[in-house]
């Protein structure tokens, strides 16, 4: 095959060496994560290169090269690839046929499976029974008629979801009579859907993975997490759940990232019956939101093991040196809390260069720290005070 003038090799494909200090990271996504992970990856001296439609996204205001352009434009991809040693993602939407057009020119981490998995709710769902993680009954739902049978297979409450883009509960809705289906269906676009069983979860909790190219794994402490409108709104590091929960919890993450041949990181969300008993939720293959806390009461942060990953470096040691709680700044409210959580500087504070405070939008975070063990032990106020 020949290569257009324009194609550099794959500068790592196939070499087990790590990237060297100076290298270039190319991240598909301007978001907040991706900037997160270019500030890590700076940290360790490599360079970013942000590629997204949006000019001024929180991702390029700190990258060292910037590409505006659509993910389908196939010469800025072309351009893209021939910049940069290593290819990764920050939000899991990128389209696969982006990544497949990459894959020739560049190393791309996590690959181009991985997505295919995490974009579609039901090679999810699939995929995490295969991985040993249980799950709620589901059922495929393509047309009016599967709906009803759904419905009498998984009983009701139940969730109708879409299978694709849907992030934040959006995308979803909550049956609880057999009259609400026929309407629930013509409103979720697109189609197909997945009907899921309403579980009645005493608590959210999520555990993040990372796997690097070597295969080694560092897990993360599973944390307990609480959402307003359908967006996260604290996170608890660790989850105030027993040890073989947490454990549990770790497992399935760890499990998921490997049965994967994830490199990269990974979190996986889940729900906590009342029983003990963990249910698989969804799979994020990168950095998550639930995760924020490790840039502050970790050695390395998750953003930092994702990048280890992507470049080919061991993991760094995943151990927790304090109880984090995490609050996310979400638009407008979140920037009106903003002056007083700096002012009062007991919080590690992080805002995201968004020029926008939509409603909804997610602008920064905020983390306090306890001493190890202690957050068990506080009252929601204590815990909360000064976020
Ligand atoms: P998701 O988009 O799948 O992460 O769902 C967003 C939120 O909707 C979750 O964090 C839960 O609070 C709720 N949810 C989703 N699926 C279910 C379910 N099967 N049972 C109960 N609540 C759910």
Known sequence: MSAAPDEAPPPVAGSDEPLPPGATIGILGGGQLGRMSAMAA??????CHVFAPDADSPGMQI??????????????????AAAVDVVTFEFEN??????EALAPLAPCRPGVEVLRVCQDRLAEKEFLGRAGVPVAPWRSVRSPEELRAAVAAVGLPAVLKTTRMGYDGRGQAVLRRAEEAADAYGRLEPKPLILEAFVPFRAEVSAIVARGADGGLAVFDAVE??????????????????????????????????????????ALEMFLLPDGTLVGNEIAPRPHNSGHWTLDACLASQFEQHVRAVAGLPLADP???????????????????WPGIVRRGRAAAHLYGKNEARPGRKLGHATRLFPLGALAGLAEAEFMADL
């Open 225 to 266: 997490n609480r959402h307003r409108d359908h967006i996260l709104d604290v996170s608890l590091a660790p989850a105030r759940v027993p040890e073989e929960v947490a454990a549990a919890a770790r497992g399935h993450a760890a499990r998921v990232a490997a049965a994967l041949g994830l490199v990269g990181v990974l």
């Open 94 to 99: 990128v389209p696969a046929a982006t990544l």
């Open 63 to 80: 990258a060292a090269a910037t590409t505006v352009a659509a993910y389908e434009d196939e010469a800025a991809l072309r351009r893209f």
């Open 319 to 337: 151990a927790r040196h304090h109880d984090a709680v995490m609050r996310n700044l979400v638009g407008p409210a979140g920037l009106e809390a």
């Open 42 to 47: 700076a940290r360790l001296g490599y360079r």
